[in-house]
C-alpha cells in the first residue's frame, strides 16, 4: 500500500463499533480522527482554555474512533460516494540568492528532509518520480505517497502531484522569478483534495492553518539554508 498511517491506520477504522450503525466512510473517519485531535491540542494549549472547541474535538474524534455520526443517523443518511474538496495554499518567499542556485537547491529532491522538519525522508525512483514520507501536524503520525513531476522548465517552474492511495492527494508548483538585487522570488502553490463529505468545510477550515503553517516555516528554513550556503 502507498499510503501508511502510523499512528491511526485504515485496517483499525474499518472496525465496526459495538452496538453503533457505521454511517461514516472510512475516509472521513481517519479525516475526522485528525482534525478532532488537532482541534483538542490547539484548544488545550491555548490560554485560557477553548471548552466549547475541545468538546467539539472530541465529538470528532468519537464519529472517527467509532464509524457513527449521530447527526447522520437523524437525517437517515447512509454511506455514499465522498464528495471532494480542494484547499489551497499559497504564499511568496524571497531569497537573497541568485535565481539558478535556488532552483538547483530546491530541484534536489533528496536534499529537502535536511532543511524541511515536517519531511522524514525522500526516496528518489527515477527523474520524475520519488517517495515521500511526512510527519502529520501535532506529531499525530507518519503517511507516505508517491509523487511525479509533471511539468519541469529549468530555473523557472516545477510542477508536481501524488499519485496512487494517498490519504491526501495534492497537485503543487513552485515558480521562480529573478528579483534583481534582492535575489530570487519563489510563488509557492499547493492545492490539496480530501474526501470530506458533508465535513469537508470545517475539515478543511481546521486542517488549512496547521498545513499552511508548516508548509510556510519549512519554505522559510529552505530560504535561511540556501541564504548561508
Not at 514520507?133 to 501535532?138: D, H, L, N, S
Not at 510542477?159 to 492527494?169: D, K, V, Y
Not at 509557492?188 to 486542517?207: D, N, Q, T
Request: glycine fraction near 6%; proline fraction near 5%; hydrophobic fraction near 40%.
Amino acid at each position: 500500500m502507498e499510503s501508511q498511517l502510523h499512528t491511526i491506520t485504515l485496517k483499525n477504522l474499518q472496525q465496526k463499533a459495538p452496538g453503533l450503525e457505521v454511517n461514516v466512510s472510512t475516509t472521513e473517519r481517519v479525516v475526522s480522527v485528525l482534525s478532532g485531535s488537532l482541534m483538542l491540542y490547539n484548544s488545550l494549549n491555548k490560554k485560557p482554555k477553548n471548552v466549547p472547541r475541545a468538546l467539539l474535538s472530541a465529538f470528532m474524534i468519537f464519529r472517527g474512533a467509532t464509524g457513527h455520526c449521530p447527526g447522520y443517523k437523524l437525517a437517515n443518511k447512509t454511506l455514499e460516494p465522498p464528495k471532494v474538496s480542494n484547499i489551497n495554499i499559497r504564499f511568496y518567499v524571497t531569497v537573497n540568492k541568485s535565481l539558478p542556485f535556488v532552483y538547483k537547491h530546491w530541484r534536489n529532491l533528496a536534499n529537502l528532509p535536511v532543511i524541511m522538519k515536517h519531511l522524514e525522508s525522500v526516496e528518489i525512483i527515477d527523474d520524475e518520480t520519488s517517495e515521500w514520507k511526512a510527519t502529520i501536524p501535532g506529531k499525530l503520525g507518519v503517511y507516505t505517497w508517491k509523487g511525479a513531476i509533471t511539468k519541469e522548465i529549468e530555473n523557472r517552474e516545477i510542477r508536481w502531484r501524488s499519485f496512487g492511495e494517498s490519504l491526501i492527494h495534492h497537485v503543487g508548483k513552485v515558480e521562480f522569478h529573478d528579483n534583481g538585487n534582492f535575489g530570487t522570488k519563489m510563488e509557492v502553490m499547493i492545492s490539496y483534495r480530501a474526501p470530506f463529505e458533508e465535513a469537508g468545510e470545517m475539515v478543511g477550515k481546521v486542517l488549512n492553518p496547521f498545513i499552511a503553517n508548516m508548509i510556510e516555516q519549512d519554505v522559510n528554513r529552505f530560504k535561511d539554508f540556501v541564504e548561508n550556503s
